[in-house]
């Protein structure tokens, strides 16, 4: 809100400055009001595109469907929200690349905020073992790995189920979640090890 707000009174007080010179050298509304009608009617045609966004900048900033510093994902890209302006939000991703988005997208399209009211996520892991195992030995093995992992949370609990029986044996998945994003590379790694030396 403070950010939403120092923006919107930087651009009061340009468009004041602005009134406030023109008024000082002499060029009151009289002189200008047919160039003003004139360039809106132009704006307006040419740059739809730049005003539909700043639109969509200022409902971004105050109806906050994210944040800077939220994680979210848009389109195929998943990012941190480093900066909103009024025309478009940068996005860093996984590789610090910045991605400049058109804030339109965001009003527009599907937006996935990962952080929004919460940052616990959900973690799947797919096992196949082969047609011979027993499915209650594997499922038990599965929930004793998650149990004793230091970075699964305990509630919500994990749980492995039985999901398939086909060509490439039977599929289990583990489920279990983790209070934050940043973990979740290094809890996948540790599961998918254990699991295997299991």
């Not at 340009?14 to 023109?22: A, L, P």
């Not at 966004?53 to 944040?67: K, T």
């Not at 994990?158 to 044996?169: L, Y």
């Not at 994003?181 to 299991?198: C, M, V």
């Amino acid at each position: 809100i403070r950010f939403a707000t120092t923006c919107l009174v930087r651009y009061a007080i340009f468009i004041t400055g602005v009134c406030v010179g023109f008024a000082q050298i002499g060029i009151g509304w009289n002189s200008v009001q047919w160039l003003v009608a004139a360039a809106s009617v132009g704006l307006g045609f040419g740059l739809q595109e730049i005003f539909a966004n700043f639109v969509s900048g200022i409902i971004l900033l105050f109806e906050r469907p994210m944040r800077v510093g939220d994680v979210i994902t848009i389109g195929e890209t998943t990012g941190t929200v480093s900066r909103i302006r009024f025309r478009a939000t940068t996005i860093i991703d996984g590789d610090r690349k910045e991605l400049i988005v058109p804030n339109k997208s965001f009003i527009t399209g599907n937006l996935l905020n990962w952080t929004l009211s919460d940052s616990v996520n959900r973690l799947a892991i797919k096992i196949h073992v082969g047609p011979d195992n027993n499915p209650q030995q594997v499922r038990d093995l599965l929930l004793s790995l998650a149990n004793e992992h230091p970075l699964l949370l305990k509630d919500p609990a994990p749980s492995a189920t039985f999901e398939d029986i086909g060509a490439n044996g039977l599929l289990f998945v583990l489920r279990a979640f983790l209070p934050t994003l940043k973990d979740r590379p290094r809890a996948s790694n540790d599961l998918y090890t254990l699991i295997h030396a299991k």
